[in-house]
Every structure is written in structure tokens, then in C-alpha cells.
């Protein structure tokens, strides 16, 4: 059986590998970008919002650590393929 158990990090090395090893790029939802901020979002082809403006990951990372973030993510689904399932939560 495939492990899809949700794992956290703060390590932007790790964040970054994981997005770019399924060709995820990182965003922000256009619009939500005042003020140097904005809502995160990794954009997968394909799979993306229509309204997201890609960052540098300068930029992401920026966003992510002055709005006191975790990433929260799978590296696989339940049948064992590779999973995309993600999420940004308030660190506790």
C-alpha cells in the first residue's frame, strides 16, 4: 500500500524540489498581489487556475516566510501515483 499520508515543511529547498519535480511553478492569484504579497499557489500545466501570475521563487518564498507559512503536501496518491495535493497553512 502507497503511503499518501500528508507530510509539513518550512524548508524551501524541499518545497522547491518537490513543486519542480511536477513541473509546478511558483504563483500568486492575480489581483491579491498589493502590497508585495499575494495568495501562494504553485501553477502545475495544465492543472492551474486561470488567474495566476508566475512569481520568482525569490518572490515566493518571500510571501511564504513573512506570512508565517507551512507547506503542506503529498508525495503520493493513495494508488501510489504521484500526487499534486498541496496546501499553504498558518504555521503553528
Known amino acids: 500500500m502507497a503511503n499518501s ?3 509539513t515543511t518550512v524548508k524551501h529547498n524541499e518545497i522547491k524540489q518537490w513543486a ?3 513541473d509546478g ?5 492575480e489581483g491579491t ?4 504579497g499575494g495568495l501562494l499557489r504553485i501553477n502545475f500545466p495544465g492543472y492551474a ?3 495566476l501570475k508566475e512569481v520568482s ?3 515566493f518564498f518571500k510571501i511564504f516566510d513573512e506570512n ?4 503542506l503536501y503529498q508525495e503520493q496518491t493513495k494508488d501510489g501515483g504521484e500526487s499534486r495535493f498541496f496546501k ?4 503553528q
Not at 498581489?33 to 508585495?36: E, I, P, R, T, W
Not at 499553504?88 to 504555521?91: G, L
Request: without cysteine; glycine residues 4%.
Open 5 to 7: 499520508d500528508s507530510k
Open 20 to 22: 519542480e519535480a511536477r
Open 25 to 29: 511553478k511558483p504563483a500568486v492569484v
Open 33 to 36: 498581489d498589493k502590497n508585495g
Open 49 to 51: 487556475e486561470d488567474n
Open 57 to 59: 521563487w525569490d518572490e
Open 68 to 71: 508565517n507559512l507551512e507547506f
Open 88 to 91: 499553504f497553512v498558518n504555521k
